[in-house]
């Protein structure tokens, strides 16, 4: 079974950044994308970015678009969530998620929850005003 342990969360200022991680391993790692939700309280967990292993395809929320970028690294078999110029409304936890088999990239699959089958415990990310 994949496990995934995220790591890099924390308290930062409004403006700043945090660099988030996602370490994946397992006895039979078979992981082909990742993805990183988060849930505000009082709210619904939603899609934040994904990455496929193999090729480095990316997704992302209109919301972090051209301030996060998700990269990985095959053979630390970590994925990475750098978050710039972070607002307030960016606080949540954070969580990783794999998918252990193929699914086509296009057509958004990767935003949705069912899609994954392994999650990590989450990692609090706050941002003060």
């Known amino acids: 079974q994949v496990q995934l342990v995220e790591s890099g969360g924390g308290l930062v200022q409004g403006g700043g950044s945090l660099r988030l991680s996602c370490a994946a391993s397992?006895?039979?790692?078979?992981?082909?994308?990742m993805g990183w939700f988060r849930q505000a309280p009082g709210k619904e967990r939603e899609f934040v970015a994904a990455?496929?292993?193999?090729?480095?395809?990316?997704d992302y929320a209109d919301s972090v678009k051209g301030r996060f970028t998700v990269s990985r690294d095959n053979a630390k078999k970590t994925v990475y969530l750098q978050m710039n110029s972070l607002k307030p409304e960016d606080t949540a936890v954070y969580y990783c998620?794999?998918?252990?088999?193929?699914?086509?990239?296009?057509?958004?699959?990767?935003?949705?929850?069912?899609?994954?089958?392994?999650w990590g415990q989450g990692t609090q990310v706050t941002v003060s005003s």
């Open positions: 998620a794999s998918r252990s088999t193929f699914l086509v990239w296009s057509g958004g699959y990767y935003r949705r929850e069912s899609t994954y089958d392994r």
């Open positions: 990455i496929s292993w193999s090729l480095g395809s990316t």
């Open positions: 397992g006895r039979s790692l078979s992981s082909y994308a």
